[in-house]
């Protein structure tokens, strides 16, 4: 599924964002499947809302997105279900963890929302390389954010899709354990011939970016 | 396994009081209706099935009430008959003739000496229960055939034989008498033969055929006033209260015994008019606490709803899960009702079996399809409401 922006401006950010050259806002943009694409963007230019007007969490811009020929405001209901459950997987900045779940539940959850992609072993085979086995027992609410964070993205990767969108991914990790999930990201990319989002503050080489550009 | 994470996440809102409520509510409700319906389909079996059917009484013989306003004027006028005719408990209706001649009957033994003055009637053919090939007759008949009311017989056997020293007769003797009928004309005494050819207890007077009655009255009447004063009613249900109304109202009278299941019904159709509308009552504010319970739940895990829609769960896939959530009790208290209703069925059946009356011993078709009907309505209300609610909770 290609995904292209067509003069995507955020009505809250408007006035910000026409006063300064961005190579996504408010310009024609196509990211075609399988591309790695790593986008830069400093504090307050809108990387958490570009996120959320991807995945239609937000609807307040003015522009189209488009989910290959569907224009993303069209799509409600089942039909949005259906594009999270096969196309679009998401990590949050704030990880929207089911705190009241344990750190297994939350990645199970995912995993059976829709035909299972992978089967429950691959949990634990995920979460042995990322070295969170210990806690998968243990309610998420209690994990620290470290730990957190390496259950959503191992709950990212239990679906199906195309795309992965990922605001911050590894901000609450130190480099070894960025390395890992970044080695298991790539992995699970490649398997399934998808593409990725990676927005951050800064630049930095965890992937083999098809194409970087800033917010 | 999505539903059990989903159990855990939406769980059901505090109020277990108010779960309770809602299903004692509903219960009560419930049984209600059920045992409305029920009593509704006894009382029905009761009245118009065949084991429990009673020939006679579904006859009526009527006329006007005499009274000190009547008097000197009985008649039924035909506007009346027409009027009585045109009403829905009525199933047919015929006018009773009475003769307008003075008339007796002796017998020709002399062993058996019996006289006696009467006074005959005749009704159309549809309304007499004796099948006789006697009863027909023309000018060329060698006798009258009658029809004697049981009444008559029994009381000649039990009271008038003993008092004159005379033989009890059977039916069968009584048919076999050729009787002597004394008709007064204004030229003297006609006499001819009759004889009874069956017995009725469906008419309590001594009737001949009407052939004969309008032959007799045209030749021998002494007054020309041709207006009936009875007529005899046919009806499915003598105790339907519409009918003993309506008499009443005409200002008509019958056999008081025939319609005294009226008086019953009314009380029966009330209990169940009040079982009826406090059921629905009940079933309303059953529904209404069931939707804010709902409501209630899925307010309270508005939160985890609002994430688990974020992260890909679809509208049909929540909504299932509520379905599955909260419809089962409803299913569940409508067997439960249903079972209850069917053994306080069966008890009554086994109450009124003992007394030679006969109901179904198992819930009626109009009882299941009552529960089949309700459980589409609870079906629809939960429904509607959890997509109300899951609609609402992701704008």
């Known amino acids: 599924m290609q995904i292209r922006l067509q003069n995507v401006v955020p009505v809250p950010l408007r006035e910000k964002i026409l006063q300064r050259k961005s190579e996504v806002w408010n310009t024609n943009i196509v990211f075609d499947q399988g591309h790695w694409i790593k986008i830069k963007a400093p504090s307050g230019t809108g990387k958490t809302t570009f996120i959320h007007t991807l995945y239609k969490i937000r609807n307040d811009y003015s522009g189209d997105v488009w989910w290959g020929n569907q224009n993303s405001r069209e799509v409600t209901g089942d039909a949005l279900a259906q594009i999270r459950q096969q196309k679009l997987s998401i990590i949050f900045q704030d990880l929207r963890l089911f705190g009241e779940l344990t750190a297994r539940e939350n990645i199970e959850l995912n995993r059976v929302l829709q035909e299972p992609f992978y089967e429950g072993a691959m949990i634990d085979e995920m979460a042995e390389q990322l070295g969170v086995t210990h806690i998968l027992r243990q309610r998420a609410g209690l994990c620290s954010y470290g730990e957190q964070q390496r259950i959503a993205i191992i709950r990212s990767l239990m679906q199906p899709f195309d795309w992965l969108l990922m605001d911050e991914p590894f901000s609450h990790l130190d480099q070894e354990n960025t390395r890992k999930a970044a080695a298991l990201i790539a992995d699970e990319c490649s398997k399934r011939k998808a593409g990725f989002i990676l927005m951050d503050l800064d630049e930095d080489d965890h992937f083999n970016y098809f194409k970087r550009v800033e917010l | ?395």
């Open chain 2, 1 to 395: 396994m999505l539903n059990q994470l989903l159990r855990k996440l939406i769980r059901s809102a505090s109020g277990r009081t108010q779960w309770l409520l809602a299903v004692v509510g509903l219960s009560i409700a419930l049984l209600l209706i059920f045992a409305a319906v029920q009593v509704q389909v006894n009382y029905n079996d009761l009245l118009h099935g065949k084991t429990n059917q009673d020939s006679v009484a579904n006859f009526l013989v009527i006329n006007k009430l005499l009274n000190n306003q009547t008097y000197g004027n009985a008649t039924l006028s035909a506007a009346e008959i027409d009027d009585l005719k045109k009403q829905s408990f009525t199933e047919d209706v015929g006018i009773l003739t009475p003769s307008r001649f003075k008339a007796s009957v002796q017998s020709y033994s002399d062993r058996f000496p019996f006289y006696t003055d009467i006074s005959f009637e005749s009704v159309p053919a549809q309304f007499i229960d004796v099948n006789s090939k006697d009863w027909k007759w023309d000018e060329q008949s060698a006798f009258i055939p009658m029809i004697a009311p049981n009444m008559f017989l029994d009381f000649y056997n039990f009271q008038f034989s003993f008092s004159q020293n005379l033989p009890q007769l059977t039916q069968d003797v009584v048919k076999m008498i050729v009787f002597k009928v004394n008709i007064n004309t204004p030229n003297g005494v006609v006499s001819m033969n009759g004889r009874v050819v069956g017995f009725s207890d469906r008419i309590t007077s001594l009737l001949v055929p009407q052939e004969f009655m309008d032959w007799a009255n045209q030749r021998y009447s002494i007054n020309q006033d041709t207006k009936p004063s009875r007529v005899v009613m046919r009806t499915k249900d003598p105790g339907n209260p519409q009918l003993v109304e309506y008499l009443k109202g005409h200002n008509l009278v019958t056999d008081a015994d025939k319609t005294r299941f009226s008086k019953y019904r009314q009380i029966v159709n009330t209990v169940v008019n009040i079982s009826w509308i406090t059921g629905a009552v009940m079933l309303l504010f059953a529904l209404l606490i069931f939707t804010l319970f709902i409501q209630l739940t899925v307010s309270s895990c508005k939160d985890e709803i609002e994430l688990l829609v974020t992260l890909g769960a679809s509208p049909k896939q929540l909504q299932r899960f509520l379905m599955k959530q909260f419809f089962p009790a409803n299913v569940f208290i409508v067997l439960i009702t249903l079972l209850i209703v069917t053994g306080l069925q069966y008890w009554v059946y086994s109450i009124l079996s003992q007394q030679n009356m006969f109901v179904s011993a198992f819930t009626s078709y109009y009882t299941l399809l009552t529960a089949l009907l309700i459980l589409l309505v609870l079906w629809i209300t939960n429904r509607t409401t959890i997509r109300k609610y899951v609609v609402q909770q992701q704008k």
